[in-house]
Nanobody
Framework: HVQLVESGGGSVQAGGSLRLSCAASGYTYSRGCMGWFRQAPGKEREGVAAIDSDGIASYADSVKGRFTVSRDNANNTVNLMMNSLKPEDTAMYYC???????????????WGRGTQVTVS
């Protein structure tokens, strides 16, 4: 049973930066994918960034060039560096993990509880 705990959310002005982290505990997938998703009020959850066990990343078009996802397999963590934040980036951000390389698909089997990001 994988447990995921996000941290690093908060409030920031437009143009600012935040770094989200996700710590995984319990059973971890030796080969798989970890992703970041977000959900704003009244909107569907959408994939933001994902990274597989080889370090290959994928991004939503809306965050390309602004967000960077990284993974530390030794410590079972995944980070999301968010730069040039915009008000439309405001959402609850969730970490997800799965043994399969799901990239930005929403069918991950394990999810964290989320961390709020607010950009004004």
């Amino acid at each position: 049973h994988v447990q995921l705990v996000e941290s690093g959310g908060g409030s920031v002005q437009a143009g600012g930066s935040l770094r989200l982290s996700c710590a995984a505990s319990g059973y971890t997938y030796s080969r798989g994918c970890m992703g970041w998703f977000r959900q704003a009020p009244g909107k569907e959850r959408e994939g933001v960034a994902a990274i597989d066990s080889d370090g290959i990343a994928s991004y939503a078009d809306s965050v390309k060039g602004r967000f960077t996802v990284s993974r530390d397999n030794a410590n079972n963590t995944v980070n999301l560096m968010m730069n040039s934040l915009k008000p439309e980036d405001t959402a609850m951000y969730y970490c997800a993990a799965d043994r399969y390389n799901l990239q930005l698909a929403r069918s991950y089997s394990s999810w964290g509880r989320g961390t709020q990001v607010t950009v004004s």
